[in-house]
């Protein structure tokens, strides 16, 4: 899947490159896409999990500006930033869901109640 930066943020241009909604492989959450939603696989810091980013959870990216020292993330009902150094240890599988994308889980706020 091919990203570009708008305004400095990092989102995804499926639209442009035809590129389609799941990922497929396992990135580090500090890496994704703005309005995508992905699940947590991986995340090895106790602090973290206990803020409730334990592997099966799912998350969207709601802001995520590389030139920013952090990305505010969606989990649940709740907004976190996370910094850029405590996202990158956690690993997450793509699930799509931008309005860019097509293949992925949407825009269903259900799925995330």
Same mark, same amino acid.
């Given at each position: ?17 035809? !590129?389609? !909604?799941?990922?497929? !492989?396992?990135?580090?959450?500090? @890496?994704?896409?703005? !309005? +995508? +939603?992905? @699940?947590? =696989? ?7 999990? @206990? ?7 799912? =998350?969207?990216?709601?802001?995520? %500006?590389?030139? @920013? +020292?952090?990305?505010? =993330? ?6 976190? %930033? ?9 690993? =997450? ?6 309005? +860019? ?13």
């Amino acid at each position: 899947m091919r990203w570009r930066f708008r305004y400095g943020h990092r989102r995804c241009s499926s639209l442009i490159g035809g !590129g389609g !909604g799941k990922g497929g !492989g396992l990135v580090p959450l500090a @890496e994704g896409f703005e !309005g +995508h +939603h992905y @699940e947590i =696989v991986e995340s090895p810091d106790r602090h973290i999990r @206990e803020m409730g980013f334990f592997p099966g959870a799912r =998350v969207r990216i709601i802001r995520n %500006v590389p030139s @920013e +020292h952090g990305l505010v =993330v969606g989990l649940g009902r709740s907004r976190y %930033v996370l910094g850029r150094s405590a996202a990158a240890l956690i690993r =997450v599988a793509d699930l799509g869901g931008c309005r +860019h994308c097509h293949g992925g889980i949407g825009s269903d706020s259900t799925a995330f109640a």
